[in-house]
């Protein structure tokens, strides 16, 4: 007999975008445990070798920039071709952009929108052709953060683009309802990644314990936010549409 697992991935086939590090490649490593094939998305492709190498076989990489937005839809045409279509997509690629009202500049706030924000639109749109979608149990989830939830000072651009994965996230689980895909987004604390090693270089030691008090819980590992994924995927979850979960220590219950 088959043991019970409502969280299994077996049979199913994601997308995941940022896989080569972080969250992202966490996240994948999990996806891979629990049954699921996956195309490893990221511009980075020394890190989608080491992600690949740790989700094993059954999975394939795919070098992609999402700045290069036109090229979406035609290189996971291409690539589903031979791994086959897809039961949906996770969009962990995102940056960072830390700068005093000031010193925000429109082509760098441009260039986050359009990755953190914008690409989940294109990968939507892609996703739902006939040739990519699997047809049946769609799921996607995208990653937007505290910062879309609550201010920070110096966060303007970061904000706006989280926030707004929060407005998709809504419309696009009314939208696509009928076609049976959900459409969820996780909202995670301060995560021990890169992305918070860049943050602490910019500033003194003080950031740092700052930023740790903000969360009751302490900061989180990218396996607490990779968990929360892997569950709106599976059918454990099959209910659940058109929310935001905070993944954050308690940063958002203060
Ligand atoms: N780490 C945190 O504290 C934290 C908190 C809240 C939300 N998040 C969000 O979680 C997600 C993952 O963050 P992380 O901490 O793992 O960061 P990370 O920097 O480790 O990973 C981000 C990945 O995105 C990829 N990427 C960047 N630009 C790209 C592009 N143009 N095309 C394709 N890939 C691109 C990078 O190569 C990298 O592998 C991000 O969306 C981030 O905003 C992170």
Redesign the pocket.
């Known amino acids: 007999m088959t043991p019970y697992n409502p969280f299994s991935l077996d049979q199913r086939k994601y997308l995941v975008?940022?896989?080569?590090?972080?969250?992202?490649?966490a996240t994948s490593i999990i996806l891979a445990k629990l049954g699921a094939a996956l195309i490893l998305?990221?511009?980075?492709e020394e890190?989608l070798k080491d992600t690949l190498r740790e989700c094993g076989p059954g999975n394939i990489v795919l070098k992609?920039?999402?700045?290069e937005s036109q090229l979406i839809k035609p290189k996971l045409m291409e690539t589903v071709t031979g791994f086959g279509q897809i039961h949906g997509f996770v969009h962990?690629?995102?940056?960072?952009y830390i700068a005093p009202l000031k010193a925000v500049s429109e082509t760098k706030c441009k260039e986050i929108f359009d990755?953190?924000t914008y690409?989940a639109i294109e990968l939507a749109k892609a996703f739902i052709n006939k040739n990519i979608y699997a047809g049946e149990r769609g799921s996607v989830v995208l990653?937007?953060?505290?910062?879309g939830i609550v201010g920070s000072a110096a966060n303007v651009a970061?904000a706006m683009s989280?926030a707004a994965l929060h407005g998709i996230t809504k419309s696009l689980s009314i939208e696509l309802a009928v076609k049976d895909i959900r459409v969820n987004c996780v909202?995670?604390?301060?995560?021990k990644?890169?992305?918070?090693d860049t943050a602490n270089d910019m500033f003194d030691d003080n950031y740092a314990q700052t930023i740790n008090k903000l969360h009751p819980l302490g900061l989180?590992e990218?396996e607490d936010?990779a968990f929360a994924i892997a569950y709106l995927l599976s059918d454990a979850a099959k209910w659940v549409t058109g929310s935001i979960l905070n993944i954050d220590g308690g940063f958002t219950a203060q």
């Open positions: 975008t940022g896989a080569a590090s972080g969250i992202g490649k998305a990221d511009i980075n890190g992609l920039d999402l700045l962990l690629a995102g940056r960072p990755i953190n690409a990653v937007s953060s505290v910062y970061y989280k909202a995670p604390g301060f995560v990644t890169n992305m918070l989180g990218p936010v």
